[in-house]
Structures are given as structure tokens and as C-alpha cells.
DNA sequence: CTAATGAGTTGCATAATAGAACTCAAGATG
DNA sequence: CATCTTGAGTTCTATTATGCAACTCATTAG
């Protein structure tokens, strides 16, 4: 059977891991933003099976987060290059390294670390709440309805019992 | 073919996707952050096969990101719970959010928003360097060894190849 | 006594993966 | 000129995993 698609749920989160959803896509844009863009370069750091490469590269360039460049013409030789999705969506791979080194590099000893090209200074991804700034903690939150929910009232009653109680008590 | 385990690799990214680098487990996390634990709750909002939900809660509950707690004997049901670390890689999760907004629901018609439990205030992640508190932007980044690296010379040359030129000449 | 609930199993057809070997064009080498 | 090498993919096959539907099973509710 297919896998599951979620580019029409409503929420973010699912569309979003149609794409990134899977252990080789982002894998394969870590490569590309650490400036592995070509085949047989993807193919070594990866160590990834070369036809599954031929295809998740063609989905990410269907996705618009790598485009296909030709960095020379005969012989015809291509890369991928990270789009400003494909940019945005690193970010968020980024936002994977304190958890990766919190749960699975204990004691500081993580491999990689993240500098700025230009001034070499460290740089440490968090995750925050941009209207306070204070990371952020999945404890506080509960979900709400956004601007743009539809769906039944009865959907809407079920997902969202405390809020709805709230607001028409 | 099994799919390809990355335990030991030495990225951190790489080993959180081990358990986050698909597209059910994510979402069985989300559902648990919005209060959604127990079998046929998930089976109801995610409408995932049972039998998938069954082996991925299994793994989950393996590798620490929830726990299988009865919440009644007889007859015996259970719900599953986030732990500390399920609550992390959720943090890891709402980072999509944004992610997902920008490129799947443009002119801000996203259909979920979080909030503060206790103020109510409206929630949202960003990712920022922790450093300077400013904005991540994955185009001026290069990843450099850090304090845990351990690979022969030539595939540490290969793989920083500006990190070594420079700070060898 | 029957129905409903919660939490899974079991069986099956179809896809996706991993692994290895093979293709193919264009330069480089001897 | 004949062969080798590179880059970028195909093709083939054996395993797994996924999705779907139907089935089990204990316990309580009516």
C-alpha cells in the first residue's frame, strides 16, 4: 500500500512530514546545507542505495526544497542546491541537534557543532516562544483553533473539550 | 530490506531520526501532547492502521519517549504518556509548526495555534541561536567538529575540508 | 443474554528499501 | 586508438513495512 499522505490535514505539522517525514529527506538536506550537493557525493556521506537516492532527490526537487543545477555541460554534471524552502526546512533539521546530543550524546561529546561562516561563532539552536522568548516547554501549551479551522462542530467540540467549555460557559 | 538504523552514527540529527524520522511517530506524539493517549483515540485521529499504531507505540515506549500506564485494572486499559524525553522531541515537533504555516497554509490561514496553558497568550515556536538570541539562518552556518568527533584524517579532511585548510595554513 | 467498549491480533495485497550489478556518455591516459 | 575513470543514474531481486479489513477477547452495561 501507499504511504499515507497529509497534504490536506489540517495541521502543519502532518503536511510538513510528508516531506520530511522519513529518514533519508532530511538526511539528504543536511548533506546539501553542509555543501554535498551532488550524486555520487550523497551517495558516500549517506551511504544510501542509489536508486533509493535517484528517487527521494527527485521528490525533494518536486517539493521545491533542492533544485537541479548543472554545474557543467558536456559532459552534462548536476547539483542540488537548497531553495529558500529547502533553507527553511534545515532550520527546523537544526532544531533535531540539542535533543540528538541531549538523549543520545551524553556529556557534552557531540560530534558536529554549528558555527557562523563569517565571524566562527559558536552557534546553539533553541527552540522559543518568539512573543516571550523563553524556551519553550510542551507542558505549558495547549492547542487552540486557528484563523483558518474547519471543520464539524462535532470534530471541533471533540478536539478541543477544554477550550470549548471555556468559551461558551 | 530493513531500514537502515543510524544508532551509531555520529550526527546527531541522524540519531533522532532513528525514532523521529517518520511520519506516524511524530504524530502519535502530537496526539499525546494534545491529550490523546489511549489506543482508540489515536486510531480515531490519526486514522492509522491498527496494527501500525500497535508496533509504533511499541517502539516509542522502547526507545523512552512514552510510557504505558493503566489507568484502570479490571478490565485492564492503558494510556500512553509522554516522558521528558517524549515532552523534548515534542518541542522538536511544534518547531514544524512555522515551517508548516509559511509554506502550506499561506496568508496565515494555519488551522491550529497553540497557546499557554495558565495565560492563555498565544504561543509560537521559533528557532533562534541561543547565543545571540537572533534568528537561525542555515545560510550562514558550517558545521565544524565538535568535542565528541572521531574519524580517521582522511574523512575528517573530506568532510571539513575549509575547517582544515584553514586553520592548518 | 446480548451488546458495547477498549485494546489489540491476524491475514493479505501492494509498495518501498537495501544491496549489488549494470549502463552510458565524455574525457583522460598510455 | 583502446582502455580507464568519473559522474549520474538504471535494473534486478529479496526482504520489510504499510494499509486495509476482519477477527479475538475480557469485562461491564443494559
Redesign the pocket.
Known amino acids: 500500500?501507499?504511504?499515507?499522505k497529509f497534504e490536506n490535514s489540517p495541521c502543519s505539522i502532518a503536511r510538513s512530514l510528508d516531506v520530511l517525514g522519513?529518514?533519508?529527506n532530511p538526511l539528504i538536506l543536511r548533506e546539501c546545507l553542509y555543501g554535498n550537493t551532488?550524486?555520487?557525493?550523497l551517495q558516500f556521506w549517506l551511504?544510501?542505495?542509489?536508486?533509493?537516492l535517484?528517487?527521494?532527490?527527485a521528490v525533494l526537487v518536486d517539493a521545491g526544497l533542492l533544485d537541479?543545477v548543472a554545474?557543467q555541460t558536456?559532459?552534462k554534471?548536476?547539483?542540488y542546491l537548497l531553495t529558500d524552502k529547502g533553507h527553511d526546512a534545515c532550520v527546523v533539521l537544526l532544531a533535531l541537534m540539542p535533543f540528538g546530543e541531549r538523549w543520545y550524546f551524553k556529556n557534552g561529546q557531540h560530534p558536529i557543532e554549528l558555527r557562523d561562516r563569517k565571524t566562527g561563532a559558536l552557534v546553539t539552536p533553541e527552540i522559543i516562544d518568539s512573543n516571550t522568548g523563553k524556551r519553550l516547554d510542551s507542558r505549558d501549551l495547549i492547542p487552540c483553533p486557528g484563523p483558518g479551522f474547519r471543520a464539524p462542530k462535532a470534530i471541533m467540540k471533540r478536539r478541543f473539550s477544554e477550550f470549548y467549555s471555556e468559551t461558551t460557559k
Open positions: 500500500m501507499e504511504r499515507k522519513d529518514w533519508w551532488r550524486f555520487d557525493e551511504d544510501i542505495s542509489r536508486n533509493i535517484t528517487r527521494r532527490l537541479k554545474y558536456r559532459p554534471r548536476f547539483e
